[in-house]
C-alpha cells in the first residue's frame, strides 16, 4: 500500500504545477463567501451560526468537485499515460484510491481555507462550535462522495469534459433525491415507502442531518458506504475499460 | 532455456475484428526479439498483452513465469515497459517523474537515487532533468521513456518502437544501449525500421493481419528472400541480350532480372535456383564469354524485400506481373 502514498503524493503536486488549482480555490472561496452573505442572509438572520454557510456546499460542490474529478483518469486515458501507469507494479484498488485522495485532501484544503468565516461568526457571537465543527466534517464527507462519483465518471470516458457534464447529472440526481422533487413527478405512481427509500440515498439529505450539529453513526456510514461502492466501481470501470 | 517472455495462443478480438490471432512467443535471456510488421499489423497490441495492459480474449501470457493476468503485480515487477509514443506525465519534470516511477518500483533513499543516477546516465538524461517533460525534444521525450523501463534493470524489456523519432544518431545510441544491456535480459522491441533488426536483434518476428509469419534469425529470414545468394553484375549493353540467354541456361539459376543501370549498361541479376552460392558458376561464365564486367556481388537478400513479400504478398505479386 506504499505505492497509495506514492500516487497520492504525485497527483496531489499535479493540482499545484499549474495555476488551476490557485484559480479554483480563489473562485471556490469568492462563491462561498458571495453564497453565505449576499443570498444567504448571513447579517440579517442575526443568529451566530453558520448555516448561512453550509447550506450552499451541496449546491456549490455540484460544479466544484466534478471540476476537480473530472480529469482523474479521463487526462490519463486521453495522453496514453494510463498504459504507463497501469504496468508499474501497482494493484487497480491502490490507483484508484491514491487518485481519489488526492483529489478529496485538495477539496478538504479549499474547505479548510474558508475557516475566515469561522473566526468572523465567532469574532460577532458566541457560536456552538461542535455543531459547526460537525458541519466541516458533513460538508467534506458530502465533497467525497461527490469525488468518489466522480472518478468513477471519469474512468469512464477519455473526454474530461463528458466526465464533468456527467459528474454534475449523477451529483444532482443523487442530491435532488432527498430534496423532494420526485414526490410531484412521481405522485402516487409509487408506494411512499418507495419514495422514503429513495430519500435515503440522497446525499443532501445526510447533509443536511449533519449540518444540524447531530453525527449519526448512520450518516457516517451512509457516507463510507457510498464512497466505497463508487470507488469500487471505479476500479471495476478501470479494469473493464482496460480490457476493452 | 527458461524463456523469460512467453505468450501461448494470444488472441485478442475487438467485437468481429481479430486484432492478434493465436500468437505464440517465446523470448529467452540474451535474445532480442525484433517485432516486425505493417502499420495496424498487431504488433502493438500484442505487446500490450504481454506487458498486462490489455487482457487477451484467449491463450495466456507470462513474464519470468508469472502469468500477466492471474499474478500481474509480479509479472510487472520484472518488466520494464516503454508504450507506443512513449507516453509520459508532460507536467512534471523529467526528474520528478523518474522519482515517481522508482518509488512506484519500491525504490526509494539511496536506492533510489543510485538507480535513478544509472538509468540517467545510460540514456543520457542529465541535462534536462529540471525540464518539464512536455518542454522536452521527441528524442529525450523517448529517453525519459527508455529511463523509466530500464530504472529497476529488470529481467525483461518491452520497448514499443524505441527508436521512433530519434536522430540517427540518437538510434545509434540507442541500438549500442540496447546491445549492451541485452546479455542478461530477454527484449522485445517493434520497430518497422529493417535495418533496425539487422543491427540489434538476435531474432525477427514478422506479424501481419494479427497473425504471426515468420519467427526467425535475421540471417534466416533474409535467406527466404529470392535475392538470397543472387549474383548481380553490369555489363556493357551490348552483351546483355546473349548475356540473359547464358545465365539462363546455367543449371543453378532460377531466372534473370535485367533493369538499365545508365546510358550503355545493364544490371543483371542471377537468381539461385537452390539459395546456394552462385557466384562461381556466373564467374565461370563471365570468364568464358570475355564479358566486360564491373561490379559483380553476390547478394544477402534484403530483409525488407521478404517483409514486403510475407506482409503483402499481392502487391508483390502485382508489381512484378
Known amino acids: 500500500m506504499a505505492s497509495v502514498g506514492t500516487i497520492f503524493r504525485r497527483e496531489f503536486a499535479g493540482y499545484f504545477i499549474t495555476p488551476v488549482a490557485y484559480v479554483f480555490i480563489v473562485i471556490f472561496l469568492a462563491l462561498a463567501a458571495a453564497l453565505t452573505f449576499y443570498v444567504g442572509s448571513f447579517f440579517e438572520r442575526g443568529r451566530a451560526d453558520l448555516l448561512s454557510f453550509f447550506q450552499w456546499h451541496p449546491w456549490l460542490y455540484l460544479f466544484f468537485m466534478p471540476a476537480i474529478s473530472m480529469r482523474l483518469w479521463a487526462e490519463e486515458r486521453k495522453t496514453g499515460t494510463i498504459e504507463l501507469f497501469l504496468t508499474l507494479p501497482v494493484s487497480t484498488t491502490a490507483a484508484v484510491v491514491g487518485k481519489f485522495l488526492a483529489a478529496w485532501i485538495f477539496a478538504g484544503l479549499a474547505l479548510a481555507l474558508t475557516f475566515p468565516i469561522w473566526l468572523t461568526v465567532n469574532y460577532l457571537g458566541e457560536p456552538d462550535n461542535g455543531v459547526i465543527a460537525a458541519s466541516y466534517i458533513g460538508s467534506f464527507l458530502l465533497a467525497g462522495a461527490y469525488l468518489a462519483i466522480g472518478s468513477c465518471l471519469s474512468a469512464l470516458t477519455r473526454n474530461q469534459v463528458i466526465a464533468f457534464v456527467l459528474t454534475v447529472t449523477v451529483c444532482f440526481l443523487f442530491n435532488v433525491l432527498g430534496a423532494g422533487a420526485l414526490q410531484p413527478v412521481l405522485g402516487d405512481a409509487v408506494p411512499a415507502e418507495f419514495l422514503e427509500t429513495l430519500a435515503s440515498f440522497s446525499l443532501l439529505s445526510h447533509f443536511n442531518n449533519i449540518v444540524k450539529g447531530v453525527i449519526d453513526l448512520r450518516d457516517l456510514a451512509y457516507y463510507a458506504l457510498a464512497i466505497g461502492v463508487w470507488l469500487a466501481a471505479a476500479a471495476i470501470t478501470v479494469d473493464l475499460k482496460k480490457a476493452g | ?321
Open chain 2, 1 to 321: 532455456m527458461l524463456a523469460l517472455v512467453a505468450a501461448e495462443g494470444l488472441t485478442k478480438r475487438f467485437d468481429a475484428h481479430v486484432a492478434v490471432d493465436r500468437v505464440d512467443l517465446h523470448v529467452g535471456a540474451g535474445e532480442v526479439l525484433g517485432f516486425l510488421g505493417p502499420n495496424g499489423a498487431g504488433k502493438s497490441t500484442t505487446m500490450k498483452m504481454i506487458a498486462g495492459f490489455l487482457a487477451p480474449t484467449e491463450g495466456r501470457a507470462a513474464i519470468c513465469g508469472h502469468d500477466v493476468t492471474d499474478d500481474p503485480i509480479r509479472a510487472r515487477r520484472n518488466l520494464g515497459y516503454l508504450p507506443e509514443g512513449a507516453p509520459l506525465y508532460g507536467d512534471m519534470t523529467a526528474g520528478a517523474f523518474l522519482a515517481f516511477a522508482a518509488a512506484m518500483r519500491g525504490l526509494s533513499g539511496r536506492q533510489g537515487r543510485a538507480a535513478i543516477g544509472l538509468a540517467v546516465e545510460r540514456t543520457d538524461l542529465a541535462e534536462v532533468l529540471a525540464q518539464p517533460i512536455d518542454t522536452l525534444s521527441k528524442g529525450f521525450k523517448r529517453r525519459v521513456g527508455l529511463a523509466q523501463a530500464l530504472l529497476h534493470d529488470p529481467p525483461v524489456l518491452i520497448l514499443d518502437e524505441p527508436t521512433d523519432g530519434l536522430d540517427p544518431n540518437q538510434k545509434h545510441e540507442m541500438r549500442a544501449l540496447i546491445r549492451e544491456i541485452r546479455l542478461s535480459k530477454a527484449i522485445v522491441i517493434s520497430t518497422h525500421i529493417l535495418e533496425e533488426v539487422d543491427a540489434v536483434c538476435t531474432r525477427a518476428a514478422v506479424i501481419a493481419g494479427g497473425r504471426l509469419l515468420a519467427d526467425a534469425a535475421p540471417a534466416d529470414l533474409a535467406a527466404l528472400s529470392p535475392l538470397h545468394n543472387a549474383v548481380s553484375l553490369t555489363l556493357g549493353a551490348r552483351f546483355a541480350d546473349a548475356a540473359v540467354a547464358s545465365l539462363g541456361g546455367l543449371d543453378r539459376v532460377a531466372g534473370v532480372r535485367r533493369e538499365p543501370a545508365g546510358p550503355d549498361a545493364v544490371s543483371l541479376t542471377a537468381l539461385s535456383g537452390d539459395g546456394g552460392p552462385i557466384l562461381a558458376d556466373v564467374g565461370m561464365l563471365v570468364q568464358a564469354h570475355g564479358w566486360e564486367v564491373g561490379d559483380l556481388r553476390t547478394e544477402t537478400g534484403a530483409l525488407d524485400d521478404v517483409f514486403r513479400r510475407m506482409t503483402q504478398p499481392d502487391a508483390e505479386a502485382a508489381g512484378h506481373g
